[in-house]
């Protein structure tokens, strides 16, 4: 199993590569060829889906660790029953997923009133096709789960991989021929049901697991329930806390300021990838450690080890953006997007310290005590609304971006840190002590950076190049001769020697 979740972070990090590719290049195509009125309809759809995945009521994720339990423990009739029990309830989801979206087909108008024209015909006939996709995805999605309580990761990242790669192989030909942002979700759709039923295919020919119900366990559902519920909590205010925005944004201003937030929401997206590749694939891990009464100090080293490693990757691209991302987000997304520099930034900076600590979210899932964090992120959510609609309204995309910020730090990093320490065994002082003296000591490289490009200015894509691989690499060796220890300079002599034979010693 370590070698999938070592072969699964690599390749998460080759999704990581694509996606950002995809990001990119690929959308800001989408963008030019279909204009920012259709731009904010194919954002639209987007982020209706991402606000409908919360229908799962956090069971995907209970089936994730519930089903690592059970396989640790030997409960294989128990794991048999849950996957039977949820094939049931994911399918019901679906049913009521697909009319939800169907009663919004016949209210955009006065949901949106910002749209205007043909976009509310356009917008009707986006949300059927949402309908087709959330009642099929949600009766696969939980093959998906099962992949990855069975710590198949090779093939749960190669096929997110693969799902990545079509949707632009397929897109831009038509994008050529002058297609419209429907075009755009009938091809997203159809992609993601194909991967989705390939999960399916792989659970029934290899991993042998043949989903029957077998009646409904009301033990094991309560089970199930009492840990999902406060997932479920958290996922919806994920949902609004990263996507409401965009509504906010759509109804008080319109399609145009929905896109400058889009364009920064993909470089923000993009950063969030990099912690999600190693904490991806430690849940299962960390839920058989906790079922094997491990204990609060093999559960830090984890923490610790992984957090330290996210710091180090995390810090590197954030500082870099700070530096070079106004004129990159010129160059990439437009001069009409200058802005989302700036809403990206916010939204970068006021994650650093989430996204380094998401082990620790893995580590109370699997002690069953995410109830506080559920309740503590809800009030975060909902003063995030409060505070993000009238900087909305006054400042646009970046107003809306400062609210989520200001919601963020005050929650899930003062209060939650102090709630890691107090009741959950997690060893925050020492991260912090970590952190700081791993961003002390990389400082140097920003600051010669920076003296650099004051000394000699360049200007464009040269600028960009040149100064972000001098970054890389003062940055690189900063972070080795100061900052690593022996486990991870070992990690670097490691797969740096694979392609260096020298290196190794």
């Not at 339990?69 to 009739?77: D, M, T």
């Not at 500082?319 to 009409?336: L, N």
């Not at 310290?353 to 069953?368: D, E, G, R």
């Amino acid at each position: 199993m370590r070698s999938e979740r070592r072969a699964g972070a690599l390749l998460s990090y080759v999704y990581i590569a694509v996606n950002s590719l995809i990001i990119l290049v690929y959308l800001p195509i989408v963008k030019r060829s279909l204009g920012s009125s259709e731009y904010g309809l194919y954002d639209l759809a987007a982020s209706v889906i991402n606000y409908m995945s919360v229908m799962d009521l956090g069971f995907g994720n209970g089936i994730v660790v519930y089903t690592a339990k059970y396989r640790a423990a030997g409960r294989l009739e128990d794991e048999r029953k849950l996957h039977g029990m949820f094939a049931v309830i994911f399918g019901a989801i679906g049913v009521v997923a697909a009319a939800i979206c169907v009663a919004l087909s016949f209210n955009m108008k006065l949901i949106f009133p910002a749209l205007v024209g043909e976009e509310i015909g356009k917008s009707r006939i986006i949300m059927l096709i949402l309908a087709a996709n959330l009642g099929l995805t949600f009766p696969l999605s939980m093959y998906g789960n099962i992949v990855i309580a069975h710590e198949k990761f090779i093939f749960s990242k190669l096929v997110a991989i693969l799902r990545a790669v079509l949707n632009p192989l397929i897109m831009i030909p038509l994008l050529v021929l002058k297609t419209d942002s429907i075009a755009i979700v009938s091809v997203m759709t159809a992609v993601s049901i194909g991967c989705l039923f390939a999960n399916y295919v792989y659970c029934r020919k290899k991993l042998g697991v043949n989903v029957k119900f077998l009646g409904f366990d009301k033990t094991i559902f309560k089970e199930i329930l009492s840990y999902s519920i406060y997932i479920f909590i958290a996922e919806i205010v994920d949902k609004v806390n990263w996507s409401v925005d965009h509504f906010i944004l759509l109804s008080t201003k319109g399609t145009k300021e929905v896109t400058v937030y889009s364009m920064a929401s993909n470089y923000h997206q993009m950063v969030l990838q990099l912690s999600a590749a190693l904490s991806g694939v430690m849940l299962p891990k960390i839920s058989k450690m906790v079922a094997r009464n491990e204990g609060d100090e093999a559960l830090n080293r984890e923490f610790i080890k992984t957090s330290r490693l996210q710091f180090l990757l995390i810090f590197l691209v954030s500082s870099g953006f700070a530096m070079f991302g106004h004129k990159f987000v010129v160059i990439h997304s437009g001069a009409d997007c200058e802005r989302s520099y700036y809403v990206a930034l916010i939204l970068i900076i006021a994650s650093m310290i989430p996204i380094t600590q998401s082990v620790a979210i893995s580590i109370i899932k699997a002690k069953n005590l995410f109830k506080f964090r559920a309740f503590i992120i809800l009030a975060m959510a909902i003063a995030n609304v409060g505070i993000s609609i009238p900087l909305a309204i006054r400042y646009g995309s970046v107003g809306s971006a400062a609210g989520t910020a200001i919601a963020l730090v005050l929650a899930n990093i003062i209060i939650i840190n102090i709630y890691y320490q107090k009741r959950c065994g997690i060893d925050i002082k020492r991260y912090w002590r970590e952190i700081g003296s791993m961003a002390f000591a990389l400082a140097p490289s920003v600051a010669v950076t920076l003296a650099l490009k004051l000394i000699f200015p360049l200007d464009g894509i040269k600028e960009l190049l040149v100064y972000g691989s001098v970054f890389v690499v003062i940055y690189s060796v900063c972070a080795y001769l100061f900052v690593m220890d022996t486990y991870e300079k070992g990690m670097v002599k490691k797969y740096a020697g694979k392609l260096i034979p020298g290196l190794r010693k």
